[in-house]
């Protein structure tokens, strides 16, 4: 999947893509079309970098419901002749998602959109995993015979049909149909939940990887054929390293360390960062800056993993070095310094924006840091990132953190939040948000109401607005 475009931050579109509380309320003011326009292009075309730390359906879903918007684009887009050429989940996955949950809503054109597309569409498998949450059991079995059919009945068929089941997400549907009482369905199932079975239980009964039986010299030897290979087997490298290892091998990991070839050196280095060795932190400096590049990446990540004293007071000496070194120092600041290291994980953080921009990997921790310190002057940056950045996963981070350093916080963006796609931005607005708005206090209202709410959030409503406590 290509990275998507993402449209300014001071636009509909942008708002939207980015899941942000405003795009909502941009949307219901903005002409009913042009929003339509703007949601179906978000759900068509996915607008997250990471799908696994970001949410998108259910706030397009109520979208879709606050605007009473159709569904003929979605259903163009699921049955178009691409769908049989791209069989990427990217393609359809969050369209599918965002059916669920009108589906779960009561939209039956939904329900509807998603049965059909279980039934011939390539991603079919996405979207029985939603009717597995929604449907009801007759609606299920009907779809039976349309899934099995799409593996033959030979031997090849049969594997992949007892892959497909050991692997499914959801279980229901499979369930139900291994009760069907017709030989070409129940039969096949049931024999598909056997095969799947047995194949987990061979699967662990012939782990792969090294055994600790071997020596530190083959595990070097296995870590480097990784790195000729272009596979970077350091990290597990090391952890079979602590299995075989012992005292009297501490001289040999060391110089392996010091100027082994690049595989042996990078497990080395990760090894001794993991058992705080004292000699790890001075091997770790001499690696970042002179070793190859895969070296020094590994050195790196080896030093953000210490907890020791010993490597936060090595940080503040580094955190001032303009190399990823630096960077990392600045992060473990962020995670582990005190209150004194305040101005250098501030510094770090404004580096941070500043060469890499507002979507730059580093900023989670930082602005974690920064909130976690309560750094008041980190505030500027950190509206800044709540603002521009792609990632929704980033504005939650952003948005504890100007709760904790940002006095307007709760008259100001703690408002748009409660409108927001993470369910963990919306948790931090309902414990923050004025509620002299009277916009707040309606969506608190719906938030405590709704079924597809988080439970969290629903909890942090009603500390609000509970029975015990005085209407908002």
Request: negative net charge.
């Amino acid at each position: 999947m290509f990275d998507p475009v993402i449209a300014p931050s001071g636009t509909l579109l942008g708002l939207l893509q980015r899941g942000r509380g405003d795009g909502t309320l941009h949307a219901l003011t903005a002409p009913r079309a042009e929003a339509l326009a703007a949601l179906n292009h978000c759900v068509l075309r996915d607008p997250r970098h990471d799908w696994q730390v970001e949410n998108r359906s259910l706030y397009y879903a109520r979208l879709y419901l606050d605007v009473s918007g159709e569904l003929d684009e979605i259903e163009r887009h699921l049955f178009d002749a691409e769908d049989v050429l791209d069989d990427c989940d990217s393609r359809t996955g969050l369209a599918l998602a965002v059916l669920g949950h009108l589906a779960s809503y009561g939209r039956r054109d939904a329900l509807e959109l998603l049965r059909r597309y279980a039934a011939s569409g390539t991603n079919w498998a996405w979207a029985l995993d939603e009717l597995a949450l929604r449907d009801d059991d007759a609606g299920l079995r009907a779809l039976a015979a349309p899934v099995l059919a799409r593996f033959p009945a030979d031997a090849e068929g049969e594997a992949a049909l007892a892959a497909t089941v050991r692997d499914a997400f959801e279980p229901r549907p499979w369930r139900l149909w291994a009760d069907d009482p017709r030989e070409s369905i129940g039969t096949r199932v049931r024999a598909a939940q056997e095969q799947g079975s047995f194949d987990r239980w061979q699967r662990q009964m012939r782990p792969a990887g090294p055994r600790p039986g071997w020596s530190v010299q083959a595990v070097f030897e296995w870590a480097q054929q990784g790195i000729e290979r272009g596979a970077a087997l350091h990290v597990p490298a090391a952890r079979c390293l602590s299995a075989v290892a012992g005292p009297e091998d501490r001289p040999e990991i060391v110089e392996a360390a010091r100027g082994g070839d690049d595989g042996a050196r990078c497990t080395a280095l990760r090894y001794l960062a993991d058992s705080n060795d004292p000699d790890a932190l001075d091997l770790i400096e001499a690696a970042a800056t002179a070793g190859s590049p895969a070296v020094a990446e590994a050195a790196v990540e080896a030093f953000e993993r210490m907890r020791s004293l010993a490597a936060v007071d090595r940080a503040r000496n580094w955190a001032h070095r303009p190399d990823p070194l630096g960077a990392a120092a600045g992060r473990m600041l962020a995670c582990r310094g005190g209150t004194q290291d305040s101005e250098l994980v501030l510094g770090a953080l404004r580096e941070a924006v500043r060469g890499e921009g507002p979507d730059a990997p580093a900023l989670c921790t930082l602005v974690d840091g920064a909130g976690r310190l309560g750094i008041i002057c980190a505030a500027p940056v950190l509206r800044h990132v709540y603002r521009e950045t792609a990632s929704s996963h980033l504005r939650g981070r952003a948005a504890r953190a100007l709760a904790a350093t940002d006095p307007s916080f709760p008259a100001g963006f703690a408002v748009e939040c409660l409108w927001d796609c993470e369910e963990t931005t919306r948790e931090v607005a309902a414990r923050h948000a004025e509620t002299g708005d009277a916009r707040v206090v309606d969506q608190l209202r719906r938030l405590a109401a709704d079924p597809a709410e988080e439970a969290e959030v629903q909890t942090a409503v009603r500390s609000r607005i509970g029975p015990d406590m005085p209407a908002v």
